[in-house]
């Protein structure tokens, strides 16, 4: 991934900035700015809804048993007599909305997940984070990889026409290029054999353009095909940054639901809802994913550490006063 890092040179709180550093941070902000609007008006332009977050509940991502989880404690309050959680994902969120109300959607989600202090130095770690999160009910795998590297195609094209002053400042004129579609594919298990178990770290230094990998074991809602073991679901990786948009066809029928569960061990207690709505025939099929908002533009303004494009570093480890 990125280079490792020490205390030293991670990415400063605004008062401690340089003059230097502050025409840089505001150079990246400029690029985010753009990133949001262009990403969210191709979305709206495709009929999604845009909903609100929710930044409390007592259903969220239980974030088990993915294997890139490092979470090193949850955030667990008590309101009106309730426990409820800071959001990890709004994953649970999603599938209820799409099955209901809203079939295209999407939310600028906030989520909270305390890292390991170690993946500071990582560089593309942080422990509070915002996704594009959207959902699209009866759609496939292959919808949503076309939709996704549409928007992509479309953003890089648009920030080398609107925004090349930035870009040559960030010295990223020349090196994020506009990428071809349709991306490639690669198999997790032909990483897994090439590359050994560390196939995540060593596949994002190597590429150069965006790439898809399939076929990862992850949590329950994702699909599962039962008869071949293999999963229906696709993450985006990006130069350096790795994973930068996790995805999946869902789940939605009861028994499977439920055995998942309980095989991987998740409490039940916390997906009330959901399943009683799959095991009334409510819950929809569904696809959707995550756009990982600081990872996509530290790609794309070539940032040492993803906390760069944060005005207030969430650095694993490291609590700033703001």
């Known amino acids: 991934m990125i280079d490792q890092f020490n205390s030293s040179n991670f990415p400063k709180s605004l008062d401690k900035l340089t003059e230097s550093e502050i025409k840089r941070k505001a150079c990246i902000a400029k690029v985010m700015t753009y990133t949001l609007r262009n990403l969210t008006s191709q979305f709206v332009n495709n009929g999604f809804e845009w909903l609100l977050p929710v ?5 969220t991502d239980p974030l088990w048993p993915d294997p890139g989880a ?6 667990e309050v008590d309101i009106y007599g309730k426990t409820v959680r800071t959001t990890a994902s709004m994953i649970i969120h999603k599938l209820i909305a799409s099955s209901t109300a809203y079939p295209k959607l999407f939310i600028l989600s906030p989520n909270i997940r305390i890292e390991k202090a170690e993946r500071a130095k990582t560089g593309m770690h942080i422990y509070e984070f915002s996704q594009l999160d959207f959902e699209i009910r009866d759609a496939s795998s292959k919808d ?4 996704v590297e549409d928007a992509i195609y479309n953003l890089v094209t648009s920030l080398h026409q609107d925004m090349k002053k930035e870009l040559i400042t960030l010295c990223t004129s020349d090196t994020i290029k506009i990428p071809k579609k349709p991306f490639k594919i690669f198999d997790r298990c032909d990483l897994e054999t090439e590359y050994g178990e560390n196939w995540e770290e060593k596949i994002s230094k190597e590429i150069t353009d965006p790439i898809w990998i399939t076929n990862i074991p992850r949590e329950f809602y994702d699909f599962e095909d039962f008869k071949t073991g293999k999963w229906d ?7 350096k940054f790795g994973e930068t948009l996790s995805g999946a066809k869902r789940e939605w029928e009861y028994a499977k639901i439920i055995e998942k569960i309980e095989r991987d061990n998740v409490d039940k207690e916390n997906y009330k809802l959901l399943l009683q709505l799959s095991k009334e ?9 995550g756009i990982g908002l600081e990872r996509l533009v530290s790609w794309i303004s070539g940032a040492k550490h993803i906390a760069e494009t944060q005005p207030f570093p969430r650095i694993p480890g490291i609590v700033h006063e703001l």
């Open 55 to 59: 930044t409390l509940s007592q259903s």
């Open 70 to 75: 490092s979470i090193e404690k949850r955030i």
């Open 144 to 147: 949503v990889m076309v939709l």
């Open 233 to 239: 679901n696709y993450d985006l990786f990006l130069p």
């Open 281 to 289: 025939g409510k819950l929809k099929p569904s696809s959707g994913g």
